[in-house]
Each structure stands twice: as C-alpha cells, then as structure tokens.
C-alpha cells in the first residue's frame, strides 16, 4: 500500500487560487500514475487531472481544463495541482490516488489513496 497525503487545501475567494500537493514516502513513486479527484458534497468522487509516471502526459476532466495544472517532481515524490480562477463550485474534499500503470480517469482502477484535503470557494 503506497501511502499518500494531500496538503495545500483551505478557503479562497471565487477567482482565487490554491495549490495542493500529494506526498509519498513510497520510494518507487516515480513508477506510479497519479490522479486528482473530488468530492464536492452530497455528491459523487469525480475525476480531476492525472499525469503518469514521467509527467510527459497528462489529463484534465472539462471543468478542469484550462484552469488546474497538475504537474510532478518525482525526486521530492510529490504531484502537485495548481488551480486557478476558482469558482464555488469547485468547493470540494480533493484526493490524491496512484496506480502503477498508465493514468485512468475512473476511481475504480486506484487503489492507493490519500484521506483527502478540503477547498472551498467562497462567492
């Protein structure tokens, strides 16, 4: 089990900015895809971006494209996602997964999971 912790969450204007990270201690990290999801409430987890193993790839749902950047530094075994022009619905618990083959966008196919870390876009 990779063990994974997501930091960088909190409360933002509607426009604003965050940026969150997700951490491994794993030291085969480098070899691991890596996806953001979210959970706004009441709702279903739903895909965000993913990149895979090198950072030459990546993938952004609709809501998030042009908007969130998810980028990765494997000697510091973290992926980040920058997000930018935050709209309240945005608001969400945000999670970090791994799997080690290519990136998916359904949740399904992770098994390595972080607890999560809150954003809300305040109007």
């Known amino acids: 089990q990779v063990q994974l912790v997501e930091s960088g969450g909190g409360v933002v204007e509607a426009g604003g900015s965050l940026g969150l990270s997700c951490e491994s201690s794993e030291s085969t990290f480098s070899r691991y895809a890596v996806a953001w999801f979210r959970q706004p409430p009441g709702k279903e987890r739903e895909f965000v971006a993913a990149?895979?193993?090198?950072?030459?790839?990546?993938d952004y749902s609709d809501s998030a494209k042009g908007r969130f950047s998810i980028s990765r530094d494997n000697g510091k075994k973290k992926v980040y996602l920058q997000m930018n022009s935050l709209k309240p619905e945005d608001t969400a618990v945000y999670y970090c997964?791994?799997?080690?083959?290519?990136?998916?966008?359904?949740?399904?196919?992770?098994?390595?999971w972080g607890r999560g870390t809150q954003v809300t876009v305040s109007s």
């Open positions: 990149i895979n193993w090198s950072g030459a790839s990546n």
């Open positions: 997964a791994a799997r080690k083959a290519p990136p998916r966008r359904d949740s399904s196919f992770y098994d390595n």
